[in-house]
């Protein structure tokens, strides 16, 4: 069992930046992809950004791409989102997971996944 840890989620106002932080508790997730994904109220669970295992290619979702960047120090099976101008529909509640293979590609979703850190946005 792997267990992710997130951090750095808050309250902001428009147009600020936050960075989040997730853990992993073993080193499963440094052979793996990582990701992260979004869940806001009465909606469904979205595609934020994922990192291959090496760091050295990104994906990311639409309504983020320019304003959020993904990146990982595997040594420390830690992945990083860095989330500039933000907007009030970033609202959300963010989860990490781990995939259970080195590359993303759309499909099934991380095997292991954190328990969220809320991040919050106001005009």
């Known amino acids: 069992q792997v267990e992710l840890v997130e951090s750095g989620g808050g309250s902001v106002q428009a147009g600020d930046s936050l960075r989040l932080s997730c853990s992993s508790s073993k080193r499963t997730a440094s052979n793996n992809a990582m990701g992260w994904f979004r869940q806001a109220p009465g909606k469904a669970r979205e595609f934020v950004a994922a990192i291959d295992w090496r760091g050295s290619s990104t994906d990311y979702g639409d309504s983020i791409k320019g304003r959020f960047t993904i990146s990982r120090d595997s040594a420390a099976s830690t992945v990083y989102l860095q989330m500039n101008s933000l907007r009030p529909e970033d609202t959300a509640i963010y989860y990490c997971?781990?995939?259970?293979?080195?590359?993303?590609?759309?499909?099934?979703?991380?095997?292991?996944w954190g328990q969220g850190t809320q991040v919050t946005v106001s005009s």
């Open positions: 997971g781990v995939f259970l293979r080195p590359y993303y590609s759309t499909g099934s979703g991380p095997r292991y």
